[in-house]
């Protein structure tokens, strides 16, 4: 964009409106004529600029990580016994990766099985005392207090067993978390506990990572999250090599906004397949977009009695349309927003014999 004349307002204005009102005259009778027989008016046409602008790109640094990761843990604790499996290796879902050995674990579950074994056999042997005593009751042998307080013991151990059951349920599963398998097919990120060490319950134990996507988060201040949105794409420059053309990402989480002044705000950015590798350095380029003034050609400012006004061709016809000059620069004149849009085609030159409606042939 050009700079602002240094002029006074008058010496301005005053050239201003000598353009205008030159360039608002029309031909005599044989050109009025000639539009009467729709006959194409040759003018040139230049476009209206402004609008909504990007500025530059402002780049914000992350680290290029799986889209699909786990930190695994065992949910009790023990010593690690076996980890058959080693940094890096790719593995399978349901795959073992380390077994953990607790001496409570397996004895807890088989005391819990015999528990319940030993309450089933009683609650069998009362449901058949309660049958036999239910036929001898039909004979008037047993009384019905009797036979209620066998059915009572009867219920009460039927509950007992219940009981037993979820007991087993919890041993059988605190013996099964003592093995750690595979969630995912995956590759083995990070081994971080050692054979024979001891491992507390939630204690990260290895990291696995899928090598089927990328991503890269983040963190931008709270004023750019306006110009961010699900769905945008973003350019994404690896810093190890800055020659390197971009690869383009997704934005696909952002994060909301916080009532802590000066907090940084995540935002993640997905990469397309085969682009970048875990662990590189990038820099993702978000561009914020500000509003710019319109702007038409100066020499396509029309005044007359009615005002200032530009011709706009839409289907090879011009439209007088009426504007609000702003102020000058350089060779473009900024007008307020109204009917004019970007990129419009406004004509600059041949207006001394053009009219509203007129057919014009675009040079």
């Known amino acids: 964009m050009s700079l602002t ?9 005053s050239a ?25 008016v040759a003018v040139r046409v230049s476009a209206v600029t402004g609008g909504q602008m990007e500025e530059i790109p402002l780049r914000f640094s992350g ?58 056999t009683q609650f069998e042997q009362a449901q058949r005392e309660w049958e036999r005593s239910s036929r001898l ?49 995956g590759q083995v990120e ?24 990328r991503e890269v988060e983040v963190r931008v201040p709270a004023h ?14 690896l810093v190890q090599d800055r020659n390197r053309e971009p690869a383009t990402g997704t934005v696909v989480e952002i994060a909301q906004g916080s009532s802590i002044r000066g907090e940084l705000h995540p935002v993640l950015v997905s990469l397309p397949p085969n682009s970048l590798s875990s662990g590189e350095p990038v820099e993702v380029g978000i561009a914020p977009v500000r509003e710019s003034a319109i702007t038409v050609p100066l020499l396509a ?10 011709f706009r061709v839409r289907d090879q016809v011009a439209q007088r349309v009426p504007v609000e000059v702003d102020r000058v620069i ?11 849009s970007p990129g419009d085609q406004v004509v600059y030159a041949g207006m001394t014999r053009l009219v509203d409606g007129d057919t014009v042939e675009v040079r």
């Open 16 to 40: 201003l409106l000598a353009v205008l009102s030159v360039s608002g005259c029309r031909g005599g009778g044989t050109e009025s004529g000639e539009n009467a027989e729709n006959t194409p």
């Open 330 to 340: 350089g060779e473009r004149v900024m007008v307020h927003p109204g009917a004019l």
């Open 301 to 310: 400012v029309v005044r007359d009695s009615t005002g200032t006004s530009v």
């Open 137 to 185: 009751h039909q004979r008037g042998v047993v009384s019905e207090q009797t036979l209620e307080q066998i059915a009572a013991r009867r219920d009460s151990l039927r509950a007992s067993m219940a009981t037993a059951e979820a007991s087993l349920a919890e041993a059988t599963r605190l013996l099964e978390e003592s093995v750690l398998k595979a969630p995912f097919a």
């Open 63 to 120: 680290i290029v990580r799986a889209a699909q990761r786990a930190t695994l843990t065992f949910q009790v604790s023990g010593t690690l016994k076996e980890r058959p499996v080693e940094l890096g290796q790719t593995v399978k879902p349901g795959d073992v990766l380390a077994r953990l050995y607790n001496p409570a674990l397996e004895p807890a579950r088989d005391s819990a099985a015999a528990r319940l074994d030993e309450l089933r």
């Open 190 to 213: 990070a081994l971080l506990v050692e054979r024979d060490e001891f491992v507390a319950a939630g204690q990260p134990v290895m990291r696995l990572s899928s090598p089927l996507g």
């Open 224 to 237: 750019l999250l306006g110009h961010v949105r699900i769905g945008q794409e973003l350019p994404v420059w």
């Open 5 to 13: 004349l240094r002029h006074s307002p008058f010496v301005l204005v």
